[in-house]
C-alpha cells in the first residue's frame, strides 16, 4: 500500500476500507425492517468506530499491537451511543401520549411543526389533499388530564387549511391520536379534520425563510415555463411543491432524484462560492471561516433545519474539507464523528434511508473515488472527465443495494445521466442562490436573473427526459433485503468485469451462455404471471389496483392506486397494452390516482364510474385525462352487466339510494364469472353498506374476494362468513399508517379456511388457472399457494 504521505504516489483502493460501506448497507435493512432506531444507532456507531479503526492501522497512523486499544475506545463509544438512544425509546414506551394513542382518545395538543407541511394523495380518502406534518409536542389534554409533554408527532390534516403553517409555530389542534407503528421516535400520530384552533406567529428567522422561498417560486414562475418554474426551487430550496409529475418521474427513473432534495453536493458548492469569493477579496482565514459558517447557518435555516437538511449539511462540509485540504483520506475520521454525533442527537437518523444514502455515498466517495479517477487518468481521460465519471460512478455503485430495497428497481442509465448534467450544476445552485437573495430584496432583479437559469434547466429536463424514454432504462428487482444483494452482486460483478480482463472474458461467456437460453424463453413464454392468469392484484402501496383478464390480450382494470408510476409498472410487467374497461370503484385518491399510468402507452375502450361520482372533486380530476385523451365515460349502478371479450361483471352495489352515503359506501361492487370462479370486488364498502348488500338477497358467494377497504376492521363477520372465500386477497401499503389490515380481519379469515394473500408482504398477488382448477402466485416468487 502507498504511504500516506507520499503525494505522487497512484491512489490505492484499500479493500479493507470497503468494509463500512458494505456493513452500512446491512445496518440500514436492518433498520427499514425492524424499525429499531436503539439497535440500528448502537450498530452505525460500531461500523463507524470500526471504520475509524481500519483507518488507522491502514494508513499506518497507529500501529497493530495498538489496536486492543482503539477497540476499547470503540466499545466505549457504542455504549454511550446505544445508551443514548435507548434513553430516548425508553421515553417514547413510557410516553403518556403514547398509551392514550393505543386506545384511539381524543386530544386537544399545542404542538410546533419541525418542517414544512408535505402533500400526501395517497391520505386524500375523502377526496380533499391532506398534508403530513412533523411537529414537537408541547402540552396535551387527553381524557380529562393536562400536562406538559414533549416528544414528537405526525399530524395528518386538511391541506386547505394546514398547508400554508411555517416551522417554529405554536399551533393548537384537536384531533384523535392513534399509534405510531413506523421507524422512528414519534410518540403518536395525530388525524385531525378541522383547521387549527389557534396558530401563533413563526419565529423571524423562519418568517425570513418562508419569505426567501415564497420569493424564489414567484420569480421562478414568472419567467419559466411551468416544468422548469417547478424544479428550480427544488435544486435551490428542495421545494418540490410546484414540481410536475412528469419531471418528478423523469428524474427518477434516470436516477437524478437526488438533485431536487437538498444535498451535501448542495452545500459543498455554495460553501465553496464562498470560499471562492472570500479568497478573491483577500480576506483572512478567520474571516472567511466567520463567513463560510453564516453562509452555511442562513442557507440550513432557508431550506428547513429538518434532520435530512442537517445530515446534507453535515456531510456537504465533510466533502468540502476533504476538497479544500486535498486530503481525501483525512475526510473518513470526520465522517466518522459527525454522523456518531448526529445520531446521538438524533436518533431517527439510524431508520432514516436518506441518512443511509448520504453516509454510504460519502464513504464511497472518500475511499473509491480517488483509485477510481487515477486509473481513468492513466487511461488517458481528461482529469475533469475522470473527476466527474468517477464521483457519479461511485454514488450510484454504493447507493444502489440501498435504492434496490426500498423502491424494488434499480436505474441503468444514472451513471451517464448524472455524468451529463454534471457540467451545469455548480453554476445552476449558484445562479439560482442569487436569484432566491435578489428575489427577496428586488423581485425584478429575481426574474432577470431567474432568465439565466433557464438553458440549464433546459438541459437537466431534456437530459431526464430522454434517459427515462430509453427502453429498459429501469431495471426491476425485488425490494426489500433480497434486491439489496441481488444488486450488491451485480455491482461487484460490474466491477470486477471492468477491473480484471480475465472476468471480462469470463463475462463474455456467461453472456452468451444465459442470452442462449433466456432469449428464447422471453420470445416464446409470457411475462410474469404467465399465459393463464386471471386476477392480479397489482402492489401500489396504500390503494387498490386490481386487473382482470378479458381474453385475447385485453384485460378490466379496476382502480389504478394513488400514482401513475406503480400501476403503469404493473401493467407493463404483466404486458397489458389495451383495456377493454377501467372501472373507479370511487372518487378516492388511492383508487383513482393512477389513472394516467393506466392510459399511458394503452388503449382504453371506456371508463366506468359509479353515479354521481364524476361531481366529486376528486372524481373529476381522476376523470380529466381519460375525457383529453376521447376516452369515453359511462355511470352504472346496481344491476348492471358489463362485457368485455370472455369476461362478465355484474355490479352487486351499493345497494339502494346512495344520497348521503359516505364515499366508501358508495362505492361499486363486482362480482366476475371467471374460469377459476367467481371473484368478488367490493371497494372500500364499509359495514352499513355491506349489511345493505347481505339484506337484498345478492349472491356473495365467491371463491376469490379482494378484501373491502383494505382489511378494515369496518368489515363485519357475518359479510366474511357469507362469502367464505377459498382466497382473500388483501392490498395495502407496507407499514401504512391506518394498520391495514386489522389483525381481527386476518384471524377470522383464518378461522373460516381462507388463505391470506397480501400486498404489502408479497408483492402483485395473482390468481392463475391451473390444471386442477386454481392457484395463487406472487410476484416475489416466494412459492405457488394452493388454496
Not at 483507518?55 to 466499545?75: E, F, H, Q, S
Not at 383547521?195 to 419567467?223: F, I, K, N
Not at 400514482?563 to 403503469?568: G, I, Q, T, Y
Amino acid at each position: 500500500m502507498n504511504p500516506a504521505g507520499d503525494a505522487s504516489a497512484t491512489p490505492v483502493l484499500d479493500v479493507r476500507l470497503v468494509a463500512p460501506v458494505l456493513a452500512v448497507w446491512a445496518v440500514t435493512l436492518l433498520g427499514l425492517y425492524t424499525g429499531w432506531p436503539i439497535v440500528t444507532a448502537t450498530v452505525f456507531a460500531a461500523i463507524l468506530c470500526g471504520a475509524l479503526a481500519t483507518y488507522l492501522t491502514a494508513t499506518g497512523r497507529i500501529r497493530r499491537r495498538t489496536v486492543a486499544r482503539v477497540v476499547l475506545a470503540a466499545l466505549a463509544v457504542v455504549a454511550g451511543s446505544g445508551a443514548a438512544v435507548g434513553a430516548r425509546m425508553w421515553a417514547v414506551d413510557r410516553h403518556p401520549v403514547a398509551a392514550a394513542a393505543e386506545e384511539g382518545s381524543w386530544a386537544t395538543v399545542v404542538l410546533v411543526p419541525s418542517d414544512d407541511p408535505r402533500r400526501i394523495r395517497a391520505a386524500a380518502f375523502d377526496g380533499t389533499d391532506r398534508v403530513r406534518v412533523p411537529a414537537r409536542l408541547e402540552h396535551v389534554t387527553v381524557a380529562g388530564l393536562s400536562m406538559d409533554a414533549g416528544g414528537s408527532v405526525v399530524v395528518f390534516a386538511p391541506a386547505e387549511s394546514w398547508s400554508e403553517l411555517l416551522p417554529g409555530q405554536a399551533i393548537t389542534a384537536r384531533g384523535r391520536l392513534a399509534t405510531h407503528t413506523g421507524p422512528g421516535t414519534e410518540v403518536a400520530l395525530l388525524r385531525t379534520e378541522n383547521p387549527p384552533v389557534a396558530v401563533g406567529p413563526p419565529p423571524v428567522w423562519q418568517r425570513w425563510a418562508g419569505t426567501v422561498r415564497e420569493r424564489l417560486a414567484e420569480a421562478a414562475s414568472a419567467v419559466l415555463p411551468p416544468d422548469r418554474a417547478g424544479l428550480l426551487p427544488g435544486l435551490v430550496v428542495g421545494d418540490t411543491r410546484a414540481s410536475t409529475e412528469d419531471v418528478r418521474e423523469d428524474f427518477r427513473v434516470a436516477g437524478l432524484a437526488h438533485l431536487t432534495a437538498v444535498s451535501g453536493a448542495n452545500v459543498s458548492i455554495v460553501l465553496g462560492a464562498v470560499l471562492l469569493l472570500v479568497r478573491a477579496a483577500g480576506l483572512g482565514p478567520r474571516a472567511g471561516t466567520v463567513l463560510a459558517a453564516t453562509a452555511l447557518i442562513a442557507f440550513v435555516i432557508v431550506v428547513r433545519p429538518s434532520a435530512s437538511v442537517v445530515r446534507a449539511a453535515a456531510m456537504g462540509a465533510i466533502g468540502l474539507l476533504a476538497f479544500v485540504t486535498g486530503r481525501e483520506r483525512q475526510a473518513l475520521p470526520a465522517l466518522c464523528a459527525a454522523v456518531g454525533v448526529l445520531l446521538v442527537l438524533m436518533p431517527d437518523l439510524a431508520v432514516d434511508v436518506g441518512f443511509a444514502l448520504s453516509v454510504s455515498a460519502t464513504a464511497g466517495l472518500i475511499v473509491a473515488a480517488p483509485p477510481v479517477v487515477a486509473r481513468l487518468v492513466e487511461s488517458g481521460w481528461p482529469r475533469p472527465v475522470a473527476e466527474v465519471t468517477a464521483m457519479s460512478l461511485v454514488a450510484c455503485a454504493v447507493t444502489a443495494p440501498l435504492v434496490a430495497a426500498v423502491s424494488g428497481a434499480v436505474s441503468v442509465v444514472s451513471v451517464v445521466a448524472n455524468v451529463l448534467v454534471a457540467p451545469v450544476l455548480a453554476p445552476l445552485t449558484v445562479l439560482g442562490s442569487l436569484v432566491a437573495v435578489a428575489a427577496t430584496v428586488l423581485p425584478w432583479a429575481g426574474e432577470v436573473l431567474a432568465r439565466g437559469t433557464d438553458p440549464m434547466l433546459w438541459w437537466l429536463i431534456t437530459v431526464a427526459d430522454r434517459a427515462a424514454s430509453l427502453p429498459s432504462a429501469e431495471l426491476e428487482v425485488p425490494d426489500g433485503p433480497r434486491g439489496a444483494l441481488i444488486t450488491a452482486v451485480l455491482v461487484a460483478a460490474t466491477w470486477s468485469v471492468i477491473r480484471y480482463r480475465r472476468a471480462r472474458v469470463v463475462a463474455v461467456v456467461v453472456a452468451v451462455a444465459v442470452a442462449s437460453v433466456w432469449l428464447p424463453v422471453r420470445l416464446l413464454r409470457p411475462a410474469w404471471p404467465g399465459a393463464d392468469w386471471v386476477f392480479v392484484a397489482c402492489d401500489v402501496g396504500q390503494g387498490d389496483a386490481l386487473v382482470l383478464a378479458a381474453g385475447n390480450g385485453r384485460a378490466v382494470v379496476v382502480d389504478t392506486g394513488a400514482e401513475p408510476e406503480p400501476v403503469d409498472r404493473c401493467l407493463r410487467r404483466m404486458r397489458i397494452r389495451e383495456v377493454a374497461l377501467l372501472v373507479l370503484s370511487h372518487p378516492h385518491a388511492d383508487h383513482v390516482g393512477g389513472v394516467r399510468g393506466v392510459l399511458t402507452g394503452r388503449s382504453v375502450g371506456a371508463v366506468v364510474i359509479g353515479a354521481g361520482a364524476a361531481s366529486h372533486e376528486a372524481g373529476a380530476e381522476a376523470l380529466s385525462p381519460a375525457t383529453d385523451a376521447g376516452v369515453p365515460v359511462r355511470e352504472v349502478g346496481a344491476g348492471t352487466v358489463l362485457r368485455a371479450d370472455e369476461l362478465e361483471l355484474e355490479i352487486l352495489g351499493p345497494s339502494g339510494h346512495t344520497a348521503g352515503r359516505s364515499a366508501n359506501d358508495a362505492s361499486l361492487v363486482l362480482a366476475a364469472e371467471t374460469a377459476v370462479g367467481r371473484i368478488l370486488l367490493p371497494g372500500d364498502a364499509e359495514e352499513s353498506a355491506l349489511d345493505a348488500l347481505l339484506r337484498s338477497g345478492a349472491d356473495l358467494r365467491a371463491e376469490v374476494l379482494k378484501m373491502p377497504h383494505h382489511g378494515s376492521r369496518t368489515t363485519p363477520e357475518h359479510f366474511l362468513t357469507a362469502v367464505r372465500p377459498r382466497v382473500a386477497v388483501i392490498s395495502a401499503g407496507r407499514d401504512n399508517i391506518y394498520g391495514h389490515p386489522h389483525p381481527e380481519i386476518v384471524s377470522v379469515l383464518d378461522e373460516i379456511g381462507a388463505r391470506v394473500l397480501r400486498t404489502d408482504l408479497h408483492g402483485d398477488v395473482a390468481v392463475v388457472r391451473t390444471g386442477s382448477g386454481a392457484a395463487a402466485v406472487v410476484s416475489e416468487v416466494r412459492g405457488t399457494i394452493e388454496p
